[in-house]
Nanobody, 113 residues
Framework: QAQLVESGGGLVQPGGSLRLSCVAS????????MAWYRQAPGKQRESVAT???????IVVDSVKGRFIISRDNARNSVDLQMNSLKAEDTAAYYC???????WGQGTQVTVSS
C-alpha cells in the first residue's frame, strides 16, 4: 500500500515562509502528476499546485508568485515552498496523487500574529 507522508507545517506570522515536504513510498511516484491541496475550516478542499513528472508546475491564482512546487523523483518527494504567507493561507495541507487517488494525512499551516 503506497503512502504519502507530509511534514513541515506549523505556526508562522503573516509575511513569513514555510516549506512543506511530502515523501511517497512505492514505485509509482515518478510516473504521475503530484499535487498539493488545502482545506480551511468550513471550506471545501481545493487545489493549490500541481507538478508533472517532468517538473512543469501549475499553481492557482491565489498563491501565484508566492508558492513554489517542486519535486525530486530520485527521492520520491514533492515540496511546497510557501512565501509571503497570509492569514487566508491557514488550512490543512494535503499531498495528493490525482491519478491514483492517494492522499497524505495532512499537515496544519496556521498564519497568525
Amino acid at each position: 500500500q503506497a503512502q504519502l507522508v507530509e511534514s513541515g507545517g506549523g505556526l508562522v506570522q503573516p509575511g513569513g515562509s514555510l516549506r512543506l515536504s511530502c515523501v511517497a513510498s512505492g514505485s509509482f511516484f515518478s510516473r504521475y502528476n503530484m499535487a498539493w491541496y488545502r482545506q480551511a475550516p468550513g471550506k471545501q478542499r481545493e487545489s493549490v499546485a500541481t507538478i508533472t513528472p517532468s517538473g512543469r508546475a501549475i499553481v492557482v491564482d491565489s498563491v501565484k508568485g508566492r508558492f513554489i512546487i517542486s519535486r525530486d523523483n530520485a527521492r520520491n518527494s514533492v515540496d511546497l515552498q510557501m512565501n509571503s504567507l497570509k492569514a487566508e493561507d491557514t488550512a490543512a495541507y494535503y499531498c495528493h496523487c490525482p491519478t491514483l487517488g492517494y492522499w497524505g494525512q495532512g499537515t496544519q499551516v496556521t498564519v497568525s500574529s
